[in-house]
Nanobody, 115 residues
Framework: QVQLVESGGGLVQPGGSLRLSCAAS????????MGWYRQAPGNERELVAT???????NYADSAKGRFTISKDNAKNTIWLQMNTLKPEDTAVYYC?????????WGRGTQVTVAS
């Protein structure tokens, strides 16, 4: 069994920061393209930031300049540093990765940006 477990969500005021983490565990033979997606109520799940199969980082336009994705390959862990948060960033944030050739998702962590 492979698990992706997110943490770090919460309630933050506009302009504030949060740091999300996602750790993959289990019988992992290969893992690539770890990334972050989010889904707000009534909206489709969308890309926030992800590493490609070759290790470069891609960001959604809404995340560029405010969010930074980072990783520790040895720990199968990624982070998402989110700065200058806006109310429209409110969503459930999900971790996704290709683990052993299969797309795997975490259960998500809620991020709420409100004053």
């Amino acid at each position: 069994q492979v698990q992706l477990v997110e943490s770090g969500g919460g309630l933050v005021q506009p302009g504030g920061s949060l740091r999300l983490s996602c750790a993959a565990s289990g019988n992992i033979f290969s893992i690539e393209a770890m990334g972050w997606y989010r889904q707000a109520p009534g909206n489709e799940r969308e890309l926030v930031a992800t590493f490609t199969a070759v290790g470069s980082a891609n960001y959604a336009d809404s995340a560029k300049g405010r969010f930074t994705i980072s990783k520790d390959n040895a720990k199968n862990t990624i982070w998402l540093q989110m700065n200058t948060l806006k109310p429209e960033d409110t969503a459930v944030y999900y971790c996704r990765a290709y683990v052993n050739g299969i797309t795997s998702w975490g259960r998500g962590t809620q991020v709420t940006v409100a004053s």
